[in-house]
């Protein structure tokens, strides 16, 4: 099959779309993925030449009484022509969006062409996009079953949120020394995702005097603006620790970590599962619809993470429960296997095997 995926916009999008990707490819279907202008997206795509990546306008829904929604039309009928215009040439047999306003318009051109169409969901909640292009789509696949109520008139189908392939569990030991980090350490990994890490960086520099002396080193991705800050901060207080803006290669984070700081998206939470982490989750307050909380909440009943809202972390809350995980061994094996439990199994599979189901010949006539 010629496959088309559109997952620009954020890290959430785009990691997953690049994971059923790389399954797709593997069983021989040819792939082309359309991605957003932003700068995230040229990150994560720069060395993948083995796909074919087009850029499409960067379309976020504004207020409807915003005089920014023209730009918006004008910049989604762009998208929309560029596809048709496309499609043509590539002639497409499925495509998949990812979620985000960047997936609306390929899903679109598709419908308008009769070619089969899905969308994948991974957060608790839906986004706007999803919601809208739900409506046009053959099924729509989840990352958690407790979003299926959102899709009421639609097939759903749970699959879990896709992780890249190359995100394999790695020997501790080694991971730790490429991050030049002791072997003997407890290790907390503390990242902000590609939306913002600037509330987290500031809540935990602001704890880092009641971490002093602890049996703990530190690895603490906090994105380009606070890299220098943040490093200074750890030299001060004299905890061992790797900063970095960001890491290229996230499974050597993810093995030589014992437990997480994290925001709660979807495309996070699947990794940090997938590596058995437990978890200090602090939603990202402007997540549309609240989203990160309900997806975090999920983990927080299945005993795999806490949640903290950034709101309450101007008091020293975030220094307490780190001391507090570090104090209680068994309370973090106890959450890590309950981590271990909620990671996706082979969801990118799942998603190409959903769309090869749906997609075969004279489907409709045996469902």
């Known amino acids: 099959m010629n496959t088309v995926i559109a997952c620009g916009g954020t890290g959430g999008h785009l990691f997953p779309g690049l994971a059923v990707a790389e399954i797709l490819r593997g069983r021989g279907h040819e792939v082309m993925l359309f991605i957003s202008e932003k700068e995230i997206d040229a990150l994560a795509v720069s060395g993948r030449s083995e796909f074919r990546f087009e ?15 023209l730009g918006f039309l004008r910049r989604f009928n762009e998208s929309l022509s560029i596809c048709r215009g496309i ?31 899905f969308i994948h969901e991974s957060n608790a909640i839906p986004g706007k996009a999803n919601r809208l292009t739900a409506r046009m789509v053959r099924a729509v696949l989840l990352g958690f079953k407790e979003c299926a109520p959102f899709f009421p008139s639609v097939r759903t189908e749970v699959t879990g949120t896709p992780i890249r392939h190359d995100l394999q569990r ?11 980090l002791r072997e003997d350490l407890l290790t907390l990994l503390i990242m902000g995702g590609s939306q913002g890490a600037s509330g987290i960086n500031q809540a935990v520099i602001k704890s880092l ?8 080193q530190v ?39 014992d437990f997480a700081i994290a925001r709660s998206g979807a ?56 001391r507090e995980l570090i104090d209680d061994a068994n309370k973090l094996r106890h959450m890590s296997e309950h981590s271990a439990r909620l990671a996706p199994k082979n969801a990118a599979a799942l998603v190409v095997e959903t769309m090869e189901r749906y997609t075969q010949p004279h489907h409709d006539a045996r469902l």
């Open 219 to 257: 690895i603490h991705l906090a994105g380009a603006r606070d890299e220098r800050l943040v490093a200074d901060n750890y030299q001060r207080e004299n905890i061992p620790a790797h900063v970095a803006a960001f890491h290229h290669a996230m499974e050597e984070v993810y093995s030589a970590a």
């Open 267 to 322: 495309a996070s939470l699947a990794e940090l599962a997938a590596f058995a982490l437990p978890a200090i989750l602090i939603p990202f307050p402007y997540a549309a619809e609240d989203h990160q909380t309900r997806n975090a909440e999920i983990f927080v009943h299945a005993e795999a993470a806490l949640i903290l809202k950034e709101s309450d972390l101007a008091s020293d809350l975030l220094g307490r429960k780190i």
């Open 170 to 180: 790695m020997d501790r030991k080694i991971a730790r020394q490429r991050l030049g």
């Open 87 to 117: 499609y043509r040439k590539f002639k497409p047999h499925v495509i998949l969006g990812m979620g985000g306003f960047t997936s609306t318009a390929p899903v679109l051109a598709g419908k308008m062409r009769g070619i089969p169409t």
């Open 55 to 69: 850029k499409l306008p960067t379309v976020g829904l504004p207020s409807p009484f915003s005089p920014a929604v």
């Open 209 to 216: 005097p009641a971490l002093q002396g602890l049996p703990l």
